[in-house]
């Protein structure tokens, strides 16, 4: 009998811990959504190619790591601080109501707070464990993306344009952290970066037109259902990448390994950014964003594997 009463008791006491602990794990899983963990792999990527292809020596992997972590930083405290802008609008789009601040996981109060943490401490991070030149650079991405092209993209469809400008930012953070300044050739890795965001956003915005435009977000042009303007935009900007990612075997600062490399994958994505031009299709938009998606890691993977073989 008194092993029953025992067993009860413990049935009773025991899910209270158990429930704090799934709070608390939920509640993390909401902050780490915040950061958007998903594009911060690519300006991590990004950034790594900047340092690696703008050091000179023998490596120096701490000051690396920092700089990583310092970009990331600010990355996180970007991201988390543009949902709580755009809290409004999330609640409005299929793809993003489930989001922490739509949904009422988190509140608007604790997401500001935890991306001031994360944008003052990666800036300070990276002006005390780096150079102030990447943590500048890295203050100023946060800045321009926070301050125009987010609530740009309320007013204009042109906001694509003005967010590619911060957006093209983390090969040159990577190189000012290795080098202390920039040189034409961190100025290339940034065109290569600029250009290719139109054929990767555009693409998404093609395929969540519907959910953007409830939230009253401009990211397509406005009075054309046909998507003709963002074609011509997406044809555009990926002629225009192609001999652009050339350009670092042409200034000399790539080999042919490198050219050789990069030539077919512009080809590619220039490929699926003519058939998505001319069809427009939800589908061959998918496809464009995962050439794309593809594309970017490539070519810079491309450019390490050069200079470690030259």
Not at 20 to 42: I, M, Q
Not at 171 to 177: E, H, N, T, V
Not at 206 to 235: F, H, K, T, V
Request: with cysteine; charged share 10%; proline share 5%.
């Amino acid at each position: 009998m008194g092993s029953a009463v025992d067993n009860t008791v413990v049935a009773v006491v025991n899910p209270l811990p158990n429930a704090v602990v799934a709070g608390w794990r939920g509640k993390l899983a909401d902050y780490w959504t915040l950061t958007k963990p998903e594009v911060n792999s690519l300006v991590v990527a990004s950034t790594l190619a900047g340092f690696y292809l703008g050091w000179r020596g023998a490596m120096n992997y701490w000051l690396m790591f920092h700089t990583l972590a310092g970009t990331l930083l600010v990355a996180s405290g970007t991201a988390t601080l543009n949902q709580w802008m755009e809290r409004e609008q999330d609640a409005h789009m299929r793809r993003t109501a489930n989001r922490p601040l739509p949904a009422g996981r988190l509140s608007s109060a604790e997401a500001l707070w935890f991306g001031i943490f994360l944008s003052v401490g990666g800036g300070l991070y990276l002006g005390l464990g780096v150079n102030a030149l990447a943590s500048a650079l890295a203050l100023l991405t946060l800045a321009s993306y926070l301050l125009f092209y987010t609530p740009l993209k309320r007013k204009t469809p042109y906001c694509t344009l003005v967010g590619a400008f911060p957006g093209a930012m983390p090969p040159l953070i990577g190189w000012a952290a290795a080098r202390g300044n920039l040189s034409l050739e961190a100025w290339v890795l940034y065109a290569i970066l600029f250009f290719w965001q139109f054929p990767h956003f555009l693409s998404i915005a093609w395929m969540y037109r519907e959910d953007y435009a409830r939230a009253g977000l401009l990211m397509l042009p406005q009075n054309d259902p046909q998507g003709r303007r963002a074609a011509q935009q997406i044809l555009v900007t990926s002629l225009v990448l192609l001999p652009i990612s050339l350009l670092p075997t042409l200034l000399g600062q790539m080999g042919w390994v490198y050219f050789l490399g990069a030539l077919p994958l512009g080809l590619a994505l220039l490929y699926y950014g003519v058939l998505t031009a001319k069809i427009r299709s939800n589908v061959l938009a998918r496809r464009l964003l995962l050439a794309s998606v593809f594309y970017l890691p490539l070519i810079f993977g491309l450019m390490i594997v050069d200079k470690v073989l030259l």
